[in-house]
């Protein structure tokens, strides 16, 4: 499963490179592929500044975050330059996902229905605190935006061709004080 969202040219995030790692050139990378490594196989990656792609010579994971070379960096100012640079694959070079798996971009935009069909909101972003992915759901009455945990229990339907999911909310949730998007504490 790839990352967090999708871009509004169709691309898919795949990871956002951090700070220099050591003297020679090499960056910290967070990759949102499932398998952390998988994304020194994508090349090029396309960025979010324009005209500029980068190539990945060598990547080891490190704790957490993938250690990478990228073609043409030999030093730490010029590591430094692409800290905060977001990493992007164009969607149609991901291929179709298997029939079990999707890919978390394409849970953005869904629909959240409860089981007897009703509108709940609609998915925004999916997160990750550390733990299970969360879906963060903006509510259709109120426009309030509330985190439902993304477990087959609680999202037991997943119909993204048809481009909603149905929603099992745990007992209370729907009770608790939803969050205020433009709350920037949480």
Known sequence: MAGPGKSADNRILMGRIGAAHGIGGEVRITSYTEDPLAIAGYDPLQTDRAGLVVSITRARLSKNVVIAAIKGVADRNGAERLNGVSLYVPREQ????????????????????????????TVTAVTNFGSDDLLDVRLAAGGKSVYLPFTRAVVPELHIEK?????????????ETPRDPQDTDD
């Open 94 to 121: 991901l291929g179709k996902a298997d029939e079990d798996e999707f890919y978390h971009a394409d849970l953005i935009g869904l629909e959240v229905q409860l089981v007897d069909g009703t509108p709940l909101g």
């Open 163 to 175: 481009g909603y999911l149905v929603a099992v909310p745990p007992a209370g949730w729907l009770d």
